[in-house]
């Protein structure tokens, strides 16, 4: 399945989803090309503190993808020794709000990771932090188990419960769109396959 969320990509699941899942755009790709599907793992991070990412790593099944609240400080959570670490316990990648460095390293590696900054400010190891608590990511819950989908366009995060029905729906708007995608090639105009042309003006 992780391929096809992959290939469906984030704004189809996010639109096919109907809910606000979407994560704040802020959170961006290190690398071009990143991208990741996977289950979350929740992590609590305090400022300039990335001991908790130590331990989730202990945690951390194959497949997982680390969802970091760090409150968007701008420390250097995240590098190359992390990235060995995770990859060696089988973590797909990471999503933070913060920030991590190393960057051309983590491209290299192909471990895919999200952040808000690219950061040199190195961390301390004081607080344990926790693992698997839900998270607050700008606003969005996040729980240990979400389905968690990230690339280029943004980052979406899906409650499992809800996960057969959206990738249904996605299914459903990828073959419509390739539909539509065949008549414009043919010249019709968006004006008339989206019925806009009667649409009201705004007063």
Not at 69 to 97: H, T
Not at 133 to 153: K, N, Q, S
């Amino acid at each position: 399945m992780t391929a096809e969320l992959l290939e469906l990509g984030t704004a189809t699941l996010f639109e096919a989803s109907g809910l606000p899942c979407d994560l704040d755009p802020s959170l961006r790709p290190v690398w071009p090309g990143a991208r990741v599907a996977g289950r979350a793992l929740t992590v609590q991070a305090a400022e300039g503190d990335n001991l908790p990412l130590h331990w989730a790593l202990e945690e951390a099944e194959p497949g997982d993808v680390l969802v970091v609240d760090a409150g968007g400080a701008r420390f250097g959570y995240w590098g190359e020794v992390l990235a060995v670490a995770a990859q060696a316990r089988g973590v797909a990648g990471l999503v933070i709000d913060g920030g991590v460095r190393d960057t051309a390293r983590l491209r290299e590696l192909g471990f895919p990771t999200f952040s808000t900054h690219i950061a040199i400010r190195g961390t301390g190891k004081r607080w344990r932090g926790t693992v698997g608590a839900p998270v607050v990511m700008r606003g969005l819950p996040v729980r240990t188990g979400d389905l968690v989908v990230a690339d280029e366009d943004g980052i979406v995060v899906l409650p499992q419960a809800v996960v057969p029905g959206v990738l249904a729906a996605a299914r459903e708007r990828v073959a419509k769109e390739e539909a539509f995608m065949a008549r414009l090639r043919e010249g019709e105009l968006t004006l008339d396959l989206y019925g806009m042309r009667d649409l009201p003006d705004l007063p």
